[in-house]
């Protein structure tokens, strides 16, 4: 169809004349309401947008020497953020003359790996990136 025609047939329904492929040859164009599309459109992106929800990365401190009570404190907070259905990233900082025993920190990091085994998954292993050994928890 002429391009005169469509558009003079467009008006005649009181409807706009929207290109759909304008790299087709020919061209292809649709006859349609192009607000109420647009409305749609939005519509069902915020329908998306309502029911998708987002993993985001929450991150817990702990220090080689860490006390029975802080490290349980910290470990709940985990074990809460995981439930939440977010990643956790055990980052385990080491101060002075600490970074010399590298395995005490470790320990640490492999005690809440195991204390949080039922719940959680080990995404990546612990790694040492400058002074603070890192691990990524997320949840089964």
Do not use: C, W
């Not at 409305?39 to 069902?44: L, N």
């Not at 439930?83 to 080491?94: H, S």
């Not at 492999?110 to 612990?126: C, F, G, N, Q, T």
């Amino acid at each position: 169809m002429e391009v005169d025609a469509a558009l003079s047939s467009a008006m005649e329904q009181g409807l706009d004349l929207v290109e759909v492929a304008a790299t087709a040859r020919p061209p292809v164009v649709r006859i349609m309401d192009y607000g109420k599309f647009k409305f749609e459109t939005a519509k069902q992106a915020r329908l998306a947008k309502k029911k998708q929800h987002v993993i985001h990365l929450k991150e817990v401190k702990y220090r080689p020497g860490i006390d029975e009570h802080d490290f349980a404190t910290k470990t709940r907070n985990a074990k809460r953020f995981i439930e939440e259905g977010n990643k956790v990233k055990v980052t385990l900082m080491f101060r002075g003359r600490q970074i010399t025993h590298p395995e005490l920190g470790r320990a640490v990091v492999d005690r809440v790996a195991s204390e949080l085994a039922e719940i959680a998954k080990v995404e990546s292993m612990p790694l040492m990136e400058g002074r603070s050994l890192t691990m990524i928890l997320a949840p089964k």
